[in-house]
């Protein structure tokens, strides 16, 4: 039985050296704030959450109160039908925001489930909005994010709708390494949190497809494969598969 997640007061010193320290800044202190709107804007982000492997962070109709930051940790994204049966719609790294699919209805539409041991940075919705009215660079900031929320949802329906299954495979790679890049990690060489079945399930291809696809981009040498370790050996023919 998963243990129940654990809300942690943090004191303001701390919440800014980790911040700073696992990319969340982009999210919480965003450029162009003073020392003042950054002190304010601290006061609500005061408390985290840690969650086990496997452990729901939030739940498909659940009551919609705050965002969260991923501190540290992963989580898939995971929409149900009628039916039980599960659909991932995403991934989720540090320095990430989860929740804003609740904001137009006040209610979670999925659910968020940690794939790893993680910890995230609660904001509760409304005082942030209460705040963001006051800090026009605070505002800005989270429209660019709500905006780059949409777009990833439409390149993610264009894969689905228009791409070969080694162009999903190649995209989702390449993908990954934008993203870990960005957060200053290498954008070659890192670990898979998800297993194939669950990458499989995001790219809309069967278990045996994946398994395919990795052993044949191995093959071609253009990564290199050892169980969820993962090295790109040639991104420019991986780029070049996407046309």
């Known amino acids: 039985m998963p243990l129940q997640s654990i809300p942690i007061k943090v004191s303001l010193a701390n919440l800014k050296a980790t911040c700073s320290s696992c990319s969340l800044h ?3 202190l965003p450029m162009g704030l003073g020392m003042d709107d950054t002190a304010r804007l601290d006061s609500i982000m005061n408390s985290r959450r840690r969650l086990r492997r496997g452990e729901y962070l939030y739940r498909a109709g ?18 149900s039908n009628a039916e039980g049966e599960e659909k991932i719609i995403g991934f989720y790294m540090l320095g990430e925001l989860m929740g804003m699919d ?16 993680s910890t995230v940075c609660e904001i509760p919705f409304n005082e ?4 963001s009215s ?4 605070l505002q800005h900031h989270f429209h660019r994010l709500m905006s780059r929320e949409i777009m990833e949802e439409e390149r993610h329906m ?7 299954a080694e162009q999903r495979l190649a995209a989702f790679l390449l993908g990954l390494s934008q993203r ?10 890192f670990y898979l949190r998800m297993t194939r079945e669950e990458i499989g399930n995001y790219l809309g291809l069967t278990l045996e497809t994946v398994s395919r696809l990795f052993s044949k981009f191995q093959k071609d040498g253009l990564i ?3 169980h969820k370790d993962i090295e790109i050996k040639d991104s420019a023919t991986l780029k070049k598969l996407l046309g």
Do not use: W
């Not at 609740?102 to 041991?117: G, K, M, N």
């Not at 957060?183 to 070659?188: A, E, F, V």
């Open 158 to 164: 264009l894969m689905l709708g228009g791409m070969k």
């Open 134 to 137: 006051h800090l026009p660079a």
């Open 102 to 117: 609740a904001i137009s209805t006040d209610q979670h539409q999925y659910h968020a489930v940690a794939l790893e041991d």
């Open 26 to 28: 982009e999210l919480c």
């Open 224 to 226: 290199s494969v050892q």
């Open 180 to 189: 870990f890049a960005k957060r200053g990690y290498s954008p070659t060489h």
């Open 62 to 79: 659940d009551h919609f109160q705050s965002l969260y930051a991923i501190r540290n940790g992963f989580f898939k994204i995971v929409e």
């Open 128 to 131: 942030l909005e209460r705040l």
